[in-house]
């Protein structure tokens, strides 16, 4: 699976931004996906994951404020984000699993895009 993601910028304090995170190579339906982001300061966390069961997953951080969907024709996933924070400053990747569900641990995923720098100004 080859995904590349999208859609990040610069956006003010309470702003949106959705990312997008194309996949290709097979077929995201069969997959577990999810976003994490990464900062200078901090190790790759886990933001949100939408799994083969149609579980989803989410931090409490992104809790009524970030959302994940998938448009499986599109072979795409996206992530709605509102409300956003100077403290949601981050590259923000997408990673996909053909082996698990359900997993926050980066390790479990086989396959990565390359980051998109989200900014959030205050």
């Known amino acids: 699976v080859q995904l590349q993601a999208s859609g990040g910028g610069v956006v003010q304090d309470g702003g949106s931004l959705r990312l997008s995170c194309a996949a290709s190579g097979r077929p995201i339906s069969a997959s577990a996906v999810a976003w994490f982001r990464q900062t200078a300061m901090k190790e790759r966390e886990f933001v949100i994951g939408s799994w083969r069961d149609s579980g989803l997953s989410t931090q409490d951080f992104a809790l009524g404020r970030f959302t994940i969907s998938r448009d499986n024709a599109e072979n795409t996933v996206y992530l709605q984000m509102n409300n956003l924070k100077p403290e949601d400053t981050a590259v923000y990747y997408c990673?996909?699993?053909?082996?698990?569900?359900?997993?926050?641990?980066?390790?479990?995923?086989?396959?990565w895009g390359r980051g998109t720098q989200v900014t959030v100004s205050s």
């Open positions: 990673a996909a699993s053909t082996l698990y569900g359900g997993q926050w641990l980066p390790s479990s995923y086989e396959y």
